[in-house]
């Protein structure tokens, strides 16, 4: 098992770092708030320099960079506090496009590695948590077609996109439907989410899609789900490793820099100690998410699979631990806006809700470790 990065993943790390501080350096004032880099501008550049969708197959308009090189994309856009959309953009629809056979998915594809979020995914429903693989959205023959009835919710990405890919489940079992966003009979309504992120409500009412409409047939699709999130998990999890590591630099800073009584906060030793083991926390999620990406360089196997769970359970508890006492131990300055230092713990927050709470993980993780 490889931990080291190599050469060639050094410097992309490298890179992607110039990359993020220069747009973070460059983003637009605004009093009362942290400066964020504008997301569409942030995506363009790193799919200038041919990272955003590096992870992707050739053939889908990527380098074949597999889970390490989305490690380090996810790890790095982890430390800056911005809405980037690479798991609800990029990572999940990908993972279903590049899996279908037809050209226009990977067209699709293609354009998602420039940048572009031409498509998000709408598979969780009201009311069933984490299930993915029993929806009650229904897919009804229509002559050549197909009707879709259904709501879908917490739907990443959805306020822009062009295209949904909706799960339902018609008489021979779950599909995946490519649906226009502009489709009649489909209504979107977005909302905020407290780390300034947008989210979407889907309501199809019989929206009326053609044969051709179905991305991932009734045999597929929901391996295919599985498939897709377990990759999605695996870079939320790179994503709050760095957003702990930001988080733990930021008041490293701080804590040179603030003094009480004549001398800096960090001579206290009470301090060094709380700040030397969230260190040693962040060095344990660190071998964690490292070891996901080995074992899904290999496949979605069941190893695969129970390593992400660990790494995700891992890092919702740490990224929630380092988030809070980071806050701490900057003081009342920390619940402030302008500051950023909350906008860590929010997006832990919001992670751990949509993709799953560190409880949900852990029973993932016994049944995985159960079945072997």
């Not at 490889?2 to 350096?25: H, K, P, S, T, Y």
């Not at 999130?229 to 603030?258: H, I, K, N, P």
């Not at 359970?313 to 809070?324: E, H, M, S, Y």
């Not at 806006?337 to 993709?355: C, F, P, Q």
């Amino acid at each position: 098992m490889r931990f080291a990065a190599d050469e060639d993943e050094v410097m992309i790390e490298d890179m992607l770092d110039r990359a993020l501080q220069n747009a973070r350096n460059a983003a637009e004032r605004v009093d009362g708030y942290a400066p964020r880099p504008d997301a569409a501008a942030l995506r363009v550049q790193l799919a200038e320099l041919g990272l955003w969708g590096a992870w992707l197959p050739e053939a889908a308009g990527g380098f074949d960079g597999g889970p390490r090189l989305l490690m380090t994309l996810a790890r790095g856009l982890g430390r800056v506090p911005t809405h980037h959309g690479l798991i609800g953009g990029c990572v999940i629809p990908g993972a279903l496009l590049t899996r279908s056979a037809r050209e226009d998915a990977h067209d699709l594809a293609a354009r998602m590695a420039k940048g572009e979020i031409p498509v998000a995914v709408a598979v969780m429903e009201p009311g069933a948590r984490w299930t993915r693989d029993s929806p009650t959205t229904r897919a009804e023959g229509d002559g050549s077609g197909y009707r879709l009835t259904g709501i879908k919710s917490h739907v990443a990405e959805g306020g822009t996109a062009e295209h949904f890919v909706v799960s339902a489940r018609d008489e021979d079992g779950l599909s995946l439907f490519l649906v226009p966003a502009d489709a009649e009979g489909l209504t979107v309504s977005t909302y905020p989410a407290t780390d300034g992120t947008t989210w979407a409500m889907v309501r199809a009412d019989g929206v009326r899609v053609g044969s051709s409409a179905r991305l991932i047939g009734p045999g597929d699709g929901a391996a295919a789900l599985d498939k897709a999130f377990t990759l999605a998990v695996f870079t939320a999890a790179a994503e709050l490793l760095g957003s702990c590591e930001a988080a733990l630099a930021q008041t490293l800073d701080y804590l040179r820099t603030r003094e009480q009584f004549g001398k800096p906060l960090s001579t206290k030793q009470a301090l060094q100690f709380r700040a030397a083991d969230l260190h040693a926390d962040i060095e344990m999620l660190r071998s964690q998410v490292l070891g996901a990406a080995n074992a899904l360089s290999s496949g979605y196997t069941r190893r695969a699979r129970s390593d992400v769970a660990a790494a995700m359970t891992l890092a919702i508890q740490t990224g929630d631990l380092v988030g809070r006492e980071a806050i701490h131990l900057h003081g009342a300055i920390g619940m402030t806006r302008e500051l950023g230092i909350g906008y860590h713990l929010l997006r832990a927050d919001i992670l751990s809700r949509w993709l799953g709470s560190a409880e949900h993980f852990r029973e993932r993780f016994m049944a995985e470790e159960a079945a072997a």
